[in-house]
C-alpha cells in the first residue's frame, strides 16, 4: 500500500474505514493513529470507531492468518497497530460504557515462558471487544485461582507449549474442581502441542487451536452461556 501518498484527512468516512483496514492489515500504527483520531474528531462514538474500523480490520487480519495468508510477524505488527488505536479508545470507551464482549484471565503454565502465541491471542480477543487479564508465563496454580477471585472473568485461558508443561492445566482444572468454582468459568486452553482430544482430557470446554478460532469458540461459548 502506497500510505505515503494518502492524505487520510481527505477521504470520506467510508473511504477512510476501509483503508484503516488496509492500514492495519499492513501494520502501520502511525496511520491507524491517525485515522481513529480523525474519526473521533468528526463525530464518531468511540464504540464505532472500535468495531467498525479496528475490529472489522482485525477481523480480516484473523481470517487470513487462520489460512495461512498472514503469518507471526505480520500478525503482531498487526495487532500493534491495533493496540495504537485501542490506546485512545480506551479512556473514551471506558467514560461512554461501551458493551463488552466478555472477559477473560489468560496466563501460560507453570514452567513455561513461551508467550509469543498467548500474545497474539490476547491483542486478537482485546481486538474483539475482550478485556484480557494476562498474567504473563510460568503461573503455578495460585496465579490463576487469584486472577480468578480478583477479576471475576467469564473465561480462563492457559497456555503451553511444551510437552512437560501441558499436563500442568490438569492441575489448575482440577484445583478449580476442588474450590467448588469449576463451573463457574469457561476453561479454554491452546498451544502448540495441544489439541482438542488432550482439551477434553484436562477437562476444558474449549481447545483454542489459532487465536482467530479462540476468539470465535469464547464468543461463542458466552453466547451459549447466556442462552443456558
Ligand atoms: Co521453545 N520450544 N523452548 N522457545 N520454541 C518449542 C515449543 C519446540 C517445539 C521447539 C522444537 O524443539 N522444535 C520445543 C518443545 C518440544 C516439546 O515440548 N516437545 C521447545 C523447547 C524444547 C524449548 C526449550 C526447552 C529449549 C531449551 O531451553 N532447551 C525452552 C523452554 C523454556 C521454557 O518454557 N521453560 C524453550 C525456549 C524458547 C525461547 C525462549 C527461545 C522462545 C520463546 C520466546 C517467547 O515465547 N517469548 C522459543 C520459541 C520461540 C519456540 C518456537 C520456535 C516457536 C513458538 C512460537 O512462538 N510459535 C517453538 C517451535 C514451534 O512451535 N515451531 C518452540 C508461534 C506462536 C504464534 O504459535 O505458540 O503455537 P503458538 O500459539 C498459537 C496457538 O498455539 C494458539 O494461538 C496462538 C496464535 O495462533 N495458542 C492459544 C497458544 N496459546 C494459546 C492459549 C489459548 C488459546 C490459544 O488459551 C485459550
Given amino acids: 500500500m502506497e500510505d505515503e501518498d494518502i492524505d487520510l484527512s481527505t477521504l470520506s468516512d467510508q473511504e477512510l474505514v476501509e483503508q484503516m483496514h488496509d492500514d492495519l492489515y499492513d501494520g502501520l500504527a502511525d496511520e491507524i493513529i491517525e485515522g481513529t483520531q480523525i474519526l473521533l474528531d468528526r463525530g464518531w462514538e468511540p464504540y464505532k470507531v472500535l468495531t467498525e474500523a479496528l475490529v472489522e480490520g482485525m477481523r480480516i487480519v484473523g481470517v487470513d492468518f487462520r489460512d495461512g495468508i498472514l503469518f507471526v510477524p505480520e500478525v503482531l505488527l498487526s495487532a500493534g497497530s491495533m493496540k495504537a488505536g485501542m490506546k485512545i479508545l480506551k479512556p473514551l470507551l471506558a467514560a461512554t460504557g461501551a458493551p463488552k464482549a466478555g472477559k477473560m484471565v489468560i496466563g501460560t503454565v507453570k514452567g513455561d515462558i513461551h508467550d509469543i502465541g498467548k500474545n497474539l491471542v490476547v491483542m486478537m480477543m482485546e481486538g474483539a471487544g475482550f478485556e484480557v487479564i494476562d498474567i504473563g508465563i510460568n503461573n503455578p496454580v495460585e496465579n490463576y485461582l487469584e486472577a480468578l477471585e480478583e477479576h471475576k472473568p467469564d473465561i ?29 468459568y469457561i476453561v479454554m486452553v491452546g498451544g502448540a502441542p ?35
Avoid: C, H, W
Fill in 156 to 184: 480462563i485461558g492457559m497456555s503451553a507449549l511444551l510437552t512437560t508443561t501441558m499436563p500442568y492445566m490438569k492441575v489448575v482444572v482440577d484445583a478449580m474442581v476442588e474450590k467448588g468454582i469449576r463451573n463457574d
Fill in 194 to 228: 495441544l489439541n482438542e482430544e488432550f482439551a477434553d482430557s484436562v477437562g476444558a470446554d474449549a481447545y483454542g487451536r489459532d487465536a482467530a478460532m479462540t476468539v470465535e469458540l469464547a464468543k461463542q461459548k458466552i453466547a451459549e452461556r447466556a442462552a443456558a
